[in-house]
């Protein structure tokens, strides 16, 4: 694999994880004293990404801002690796008229058709809109692709399995990504699915499934080039399940006590694990990370502030937009 | 039977059925964008008639049989819609929105106010619905009052063939989310009881009727009438057989339900003072409270009498012919409701 690739890999990951971080922090910053979820700048329900950035990562890489992204209510990392605006994505986050969505969408409800972005906060529903853009994308005569994103919790959904089932049977121009965190909330994946890995399920729809193991950046970017090579060359869709790791709880206040192995899980992290890699293998050195980090961190800030600044939508616009 | 501006030079007789069909394919021809997904709309020509022909003109590629998989191929509607197409997609039975509503309501219906208005879902979203013909509780509901309810989507429901295509080609047209919902008993179907006003001359050319304006049917000064769909019907045939007693009813076809014409309530009890719902869905939480609403919101001195509701009282539809015409909003109970408020 190129150096170059490895690398841009790993800049995606970082500045994904260092806009959660800002997120995590501006979120806590008035919630106290105690927690209420509904105070501070960014109210109500957080669903971070921290852990589970190797899947957006690896699968984005190979797409352009004319291909779709479907993503779930834990959308950051997907909406980040995929190139969106990120004082757009801090303005809505912010509840900001410069938002996204002018502040009506949230942090689970992202659109953006410059980037051909959505997301969805019922899970597996995010599924059959991407069937539809897909479906235009052929009709337009392009070779664009469409990706739709779930976790394992709503790969036992309805929509999941009428959705791959109609994808397969129309050769739609899909790639079915699931990120495994191993909970649905605080269900284990034990408790919720009968067999280890979704990605088998693609046979039962007549397209391949493929699972990536221990949150392998590197390997997901070759099952997601498979893919979306497939699907933008006429082949149909195809079913990609990513084991990750959920870094945080299922949402901001979450305590896990469910989770016995909480300890554990920050020595998963992926992006530490990917760091000492690159540099083992001298594609990334102290300057190179630094600069990363430093120009992450940078892009961030720039876009909390702009968050910070904007306006807060006027109450007298509360009605709008219901209707075109 | 519509109160209408323009009438084309042109025009033919034809079913609901049949205008509908009319307007869906002159949109097809016009806009390469249009296609119409759903379970048998191919072949078949839609369980209801609602695409018959559609296929032989303009092939598999647009007119396309769907896996009874109703959140897979609504939620493809919504994110071609989102694309640029104009998709037209059938949902054989009101009553089967249980299996796919969070298509329907979260997303097709939301996204365009989550998105601040940057994203549009012009789709349209057709229905059968209604009763009368003793299928039961799972295929004769109306169930328009639950999508009217759920803010992000015009619900339009046609009565009669000219109004059908140009709602239809109007729906087509818009940039909304439009859930077109249309009656078996309305439809002119060969194998149901004909309507003799499901069949009437449609011109031939294309038209738009406009979303939210309610057509006032029949004039009159003792008593408004409001209802929609197969109801205007039984209103329509009581308000003629009231007119040899001397009751003078204005009758309005409401025509949608979101938007909902309230000038044209507030103008027609204005002028009667009376007020009679007919509404084919459930009583609570509906269509007959929100048009009861409508005149006592603004000015309840404007009634002469309590207004009077029409409606499936509360109970699923019974499969037993005489059981079912007991809960449905027929003749009787129509001229009865008209009669106590005229009496009031």
Redesign the interface.
């Known amino acids: 694999m190129e150096q170059s690739v490895r690398v841009e890999l790993y800049r995606t990951m970082v500045l994904s994880r260092a806009f959660e971080d800002a997120i995590l922090r501006e979120y806590h910053a008035d919630k106290g004293p105690g927690f209420d979820i509904g105070k501070g700048a960014v109210p109500g329900e957080m669903h971070l990404s921290s852990g589970q950035e190797p899947a957006a990562a690896g699968v984005c890489a190979h797409l352009t801002t004319d291909d779709?992204v479907t993503a779930t209510h834990r959308p950051h990392h997907f909406a980040i690796a995929h190139g969106m605006d990120l004082r757009k994505m801090a303005a809505e986050i912010f509840g900001r008229e410069t938002?996204?969505?002018?502040?009506?969408?949230?942090h689970m409800?992202l659109?953006?058709?410059d980037t051909?972005f959505?997301c969805?906060?019922?899970i597996a529903?995010g599924?059959?809109?991407?069937?539809?853009?897909?479906?235009?994308?052929r009709?337009?005569g392009t070779d664009r692709v469409?990706v739709a994103v779930t976790g394992e919790g709503a790969a036992n959904q309805?929509?999941f399995h009428?959705?791959l089932?109609?994808a397969a049977?129309w050769q739609l121009p899909v790639v079915f990504v699931v990120e495994d965190n191993d909970w649905g909330i605080s269900v284990p994946r034990s408790a919720s699915t009968a067999i280890p890995s979704n990605a088998e399920r693609g046979a039962a729809y007549g397209m391949p499934g493929e699972r990536v193991e221990d949150n392998a950046v590197e390997a997901v970017y070759a099952a997601a080039g498979r893919a979306v090579e497939r699907a933008r060359s006429g082949g149909g869709p195809s079913l990609i399940e990513v084991h990750t790791v959920r870094l945080l709880g299922h949402f901001e206040g979450d305590a896990q006590g469910y989770r016995p192995e909480l300890e554990d899980v920050p020595g998963r992290d992926p992006i530490p694990t990917y760091e000492r890699t690159l540099r083992a293998d001298g594609a990334l050195d102290d300057d190179a990370v630094e600069g990363i980090a430093t120009e992450a961190t940078e892009r961030v800030e720039d876009a909390i502030s702009f968050a910070k600044k904007s306006a807060v939508p006027d109450p007298s616009t509360a009605l709008?937009?219901?209707?075109? | 039977m519509t109160v209408t501006d323009t009438q084309a030079p042109s025009s033919h007789r034809l079913t609901t059925s049949k205008a509908m069909v009319d307007a869906i394919a002159y949109e097809m021809e016009r806009d390469q964008g249009v296609v119409y997904l759903g379970e048998d709309v191919g072949p078949y020509g839609g369980i209801f008639g609602s695409t018959g022909g559609l296929l032989e003109r303009f092939g598999p590629e647009r007119v396309i049989d769907t896996p009874i998989s109703e959140s897979a191929f609504i939620g493809l509607g919504i994110g071609a819609a989102v694309e640029g197409m104009r998709p037209i997609v059938e949902l054989m039975f009101a009553d089967f929105m249980g299996v796919c509503l969070d298509q329907i309501y979260n997303h097709m219906a939301k996204i365009h106010f989550e998105s601040g208005g940057n994203v549009r879902v012009p789709m349209v979203l057709t229905t059968a619905v209604g009763g009368g013909y003793s299928d039961g509780a799972q295929h004769s509901q109306c169930l328009w009052g639950t999508f009217a309810h759920l803010p992000g989507m015009k619900v339009v429901v046609p009565s009669n063939p000219y109004d059908a295509k140009g709602l239809m080609t109007s729906a087509i047209r818009d940039d909304n989310p439009v859930v077109y919902m249309f009656h078996k008993g309305v439809m002119g179907l060969p194998w149901m009881v004909k309507n003799p006003r499901a069949t009437a001359d449609v011109p031939d050319d294309a038209y738009e009727v406009p979303i939210g304006k309610a057509a006032v049917v029949r004039e009159g000064s003792d008593v408004t009438v409001v209802t929609v769909s197969l109801s205007v019907h039984h209103a329509l045939d009581v308000a003629e057989k009231l007119a040899d007693d001397g009751i003078s009813v204005e009758l309005l076809d409401l025509r949608s339900l979101v938007p909902l014409d309230r000038r044209a309530i507030l103008d027609s009890v204005t002028k009667t003072g009376r007020l009679v719902v007919v509404d084919e869905d459930y009583l609570s939480y509906g269509l007959s409270g929100e048009v009861a609403a409508t005149i006592t919101d603004t000015d309840p001195a404007l009634l002469q009498a309590p207004v009077r509701r029409v409606a499936v009282p509360d109970v699923p539809i019974p499969y037993a012919h005489a059981l079912e015409y007991a809960v449905l909003p027929r003749h009787d109970r129509i001229e009865a409701a008209i009669r106590s408020v005229v009496d009031a």
């Open positions: 779709a938002g996204f969505g002018r502040g009506r969408g949230g409800h659109f953006d058709p051909h959505s969805s906060g019922i529903e599924y059959p809109p991407a069937l539809g853009q897909a479906f235009a994308f009709r337009q469409a309805g929509a009428e959705s089932n109609l049977l709008a937009y219901v209707f075109a």
